[in-house]
């Protein structure tokens, strides 16, 4: 089925205005989603397609681009270039409606192709046929699988929050598509200076709003809390304050608050990430670590982050985290360039150790401390980046 669903996202939020739809004029990127999971739920083949301009490709704002947005019968999302011939044909104000049951007379001279597509709108024909088959480039991108990752290295200025949203950028490049969210659980956090705010809300108010029963069976419950970024990712930040809007300390996330928060989360995205603060004695960062998958320890090659990485991990083990050699990948990342003789020394200890090992190089952009961006990050900090991802979900 092929769904006129044309839509235009603005870089506040990526939100989705409709352009024909009986569907709601304004609508947050989740619910777009939704919207085409529940189309394509109500199709027999599962299969539904839409136009979406100032969207790229790789699901992020992009002014003036045009995206092939594509839901297959397993509800899996991809996006794939397409190009303004066929959003002109799709918008065209369509003539009357050509029935369908019955031939029509002959036409006097051959319609143009945009002007057939335009008016097989008006008939309930295949909608976007010859526009939307040259624009599938035949390359499906990665699907992400259910994964959790945690960065955690008790070392503050360890670069954990660098090395998340770097993860984050590189998964979304490779998906295609908003399926994957970092959610800062670190009380002093500074994911929200380095990315995009357009949420209203915090991780406090949606630990607080997961606690009830049949929060998130729809998508749309956690628009308020997810900060949209332009490459196709989400977050979910901490709030700036330690005092709540009526004047009192906000308490700190708990074990049950993160798992709630995990369980919500999931109903919307398959790959997300914790990053988490420096008091490994904290139950926030004891419930994350306990359900990651995979485990980051960013480390900086000096021996302050070494040492207290190594006595994370002892700890952890002592409590009962097993399988750690199999969960845990170190991450050489420094907003200076290291010292090479110690990275050389402690490089060759975990190597000896059989500790699996993987890098993200200095990159000027990211020692700029403003927002990290995809598109500004060196060539080699991008195939780094994209490198670590594809180790995660190996």
């Given at each position: 089925?092929?769904?006129?669903?044309?839509?235009?996202?603005?870089?506040?939020?990526?939100?989705?205005?409709?352009?024909e739809h009986d569907a709601?004029?304004?609508?947050?990127?989740?619910?777009?989603?939704?919207?085409?999971?529940?189309?394509?739920?109500?199709?027999?083949?599962?299969?539904?397609?839409?136009?979406?301009?100032?969207?790229?490709?790789?699901?992020?704002?992009?002014?003036?681009?045009?995206?092939?947005?594509?839901?297959?019968?397993?509800?899996?999302?991809?996006?794939?270039?397409?190009?303004?011939?066929?959003?002109?044909?799709?918008?065209?104000?369509?003539?009357?409606?050509?029935?369908?049951?019955?031939?029509?007379?002959?036409?006097?001279?051959?319609?143009?192709?945009?002007?057939?597509?335009?008016?097989?709108?008006?008939?309930?024909?295949?909608?976007?046929?010859?526009?939307?088959?040259?624009?599938?480039?035949?390359?499906?991108?990665?699907?992400?699988?259910?994964?959790?990752?945690?960065?955690?290295?008790?070392?503050?200025?360890?670069?954990?929050?660098?090395?998340?949203?770097?993860?984050?950028?590189?998964?979304?490049?490779?998906?295609?598509?908003?399926?994957?969210?970092?959610?800062?659980?670190?009380?002093?956090?500074?994911?929200?200076?380095?990315?995009?705010?357009?949420?209203?809300?915090?991780?406090?108010?949606?630990?607080?709003?997961?606690?009830?029963?049949?929060?998130?069976?729809?998508?749309?419950?956690l628009t308020r809390f997810?900060?949209?970024?332009?490459?196709?990712?989400?977050?979910?930040?901490?709030?700036?304050?330690?005092?709540?809007?009526?004047?009192?300390?906000?308490?700190?996330?708990?074990?049950?608050?993160?798992?709630?928060?995990?369980?919500?989360?999931?109903?919307?995205?398959?790959?997300?990430?914790?990053?988490?603060?420096?008091?490994?004695?904290?139950?926030?960062?004891?419930?994350?670590?306990?359900?990651?998958?995979?485990?980051?320890?960013?480390?900086?090659?000096?021996?302050?982050?070494?040492?207290?990485?190594?006595?994370?991990?002892?700890?952890?083990?002592?409590?009962?985290?097993?399988?750690?050699?199999?969960?845990?990948?170190?991450?050489?990342?420094?907003?200076?360039?290291?010292?090479?003789?110690?990275?050389?020394?402690?490089?060759?200890?975990l190597e000896r150790d059989?500790?699996?090992?993987?890098?993200?190089?200095?990159?000027?952009?990211?020692?700029?401390?403003?927002?990290?961006?995809?598109?500004?990050?060196?060539?080699?900090?991008?195939?780094?980046?994209?490198?670590?991802?594809?180790?995660?979900?190996?």
């Amino acid at each position: 089925m092929n769904l006129l669903a044309t839509a235009v996202m603005s870089p506040a939020g990526l939100k989705v205005a409709w352009v024909e739809h009986d569907a709601p004029t304004d609508l947050a990127a989740v619910d777009f989603v939704e919207e085409l999971r529940s189309a394509a739920a109500r199709t027999p083949h599962g299969d539904v397609q839409a136009l979406v301009l100032n969207m790229s490709d790789r699901a992020a704002y992009a002014a003036g681009a045009v995206a092939l947005v594509k839901i297959d019968s397993a509800g899996s999302l991809r996006c794939l270039p397409s190009d303004a011939l066929a959003w002109d044909a799709a918008t065209r104000p369509a003539p009357a409606p050509i029935q369908a049951e019955l031939p029509g007379p002959p036409a006097p001279s051959a319609p143009s192709p945009a002007t057939r597509d335009a008016a097989q709108i008006g008939g309930g024909l295949d909608l976007f046929s010859s526009s939307f088959t040259a624009a599938d480039s035949g390359t499906a991108p990665t699907s992400l699988p259910e994964v959790t990752v945690v960065t955690a290295n008790t070392k503050g200025g360890a670069s954990k929050t660098t090395v998340a949203i770097l993860t984050m950028l590189a998964a979304a490049h490779l998906a295609g598509h908003n399926d994957a969210a970092l959610i800062d659980i670190n009380p002093e956090g500074s994911l929200a200076d380095h990315t995009v705010r357009t949420g209203v809300d915090d991780v406090i108010g949606l630990a607080k709003a997961a606690s009830v029963p049949g929060f998130a069976q729809s998508p749309k419950d956690l628009t308020r809390f997810l900060n949209w970024q332009p490459d196709g990712w989400a977050s979910v930040v901490c709030p700036h304050s330690i005092v709540s809007n009526d004047g009192g300390l906000i308490t700190d996330l708990s074990q049950a608050d993160v798992e709630a928060v995990i369980a919500a989360m999931r109903r919307a995205f398959s790959m997300l990430l914790l990053d988490t603060g420096n008091n490994a004695k904290d139950p926030a960062w004891q419930a994350a670590v306990a359900v990651a998958d995979t485990i980051l320890v960013p480390v900086q090659w000096d021996p302050d982050t070494m040492v207290r990485a190594q006595r994370m991990l002892n700890d952890m083990a002592r409590v009962g985290h097993t399988r750690l050699k199999e969960r845990v990948i170190f991450v050489g990342s420094s907003a200076v360039r290291p010292n090479r003789k110690q990275e050389k020394t402690y490089r060759a200890a975990l190597e000896r150790d059989n500790w699996r090992i993987m890098d993200l190089p200095f990159d000027r952009h990211v020692a700029s401390k403003g927002v990290i961006e995809w598109s500004r990050l060196n060539g080699r900090t991008r195939t780094a980046a994209t490198a670590l991802v594809k180790a995660i979900l190996a």
